[in-house]
């Protein structure tokens, strides 16, 4: 099965992809009740960097940003349970975002 996968996978630049909605190809801002934010870089099925803030299309938070707009409350989860946030912002992924996918 990886093999297979290994074999169909191809890589993307991520540039020009839709920021109209949270999803592949979209950094999303987001804040909590107390108003500390975060960035999430939405990338590929096997990507993840925490330090850039890379995580994978396939996460479950990114499965919880999924669609969603600027303005929009979503829940997500986290290690102590689940946590509501707001999106504060969808847009462009970072230069060094697109630099780290271009490897």
Do not use: Y
């Not at 297979?4 to 592949?24: H, I, M, P, Q, Y």
């Not at 993840?48 to 940003?65: P, T």
């Not at 829940?75 to 630099?99: D, F, N, R, W």
């Amino acid at each position: 099965e990886w093999e297979n996968g290994l074999r169909e996978v191809k890589g993307t630049d991520f540039v020009g992809f839709s920021t109209a909605a949270a999803g592949v190809g979209t950094s999303v801002i987001v804040s909590d009740e107390n108003g500390k934010t975060e960035r999430h870089n939405i990338l590929g099925e096997w990507d993840g960097d925490e330090q850039l803030g890379i995580i994978s299309c396939n996460s479950a938070v990114a499965k919880a940003f999924e669609g969603h707009k600027a303005g929009e409350d979503v829940t997500i989860p986290s290690v102590a349970g689940e946590k509501e946030m707001k999106i504060v912002e969808v847009g462009a992924l970072p230069e060094a975002v697109l630099k780290w996918a271009k490897g």
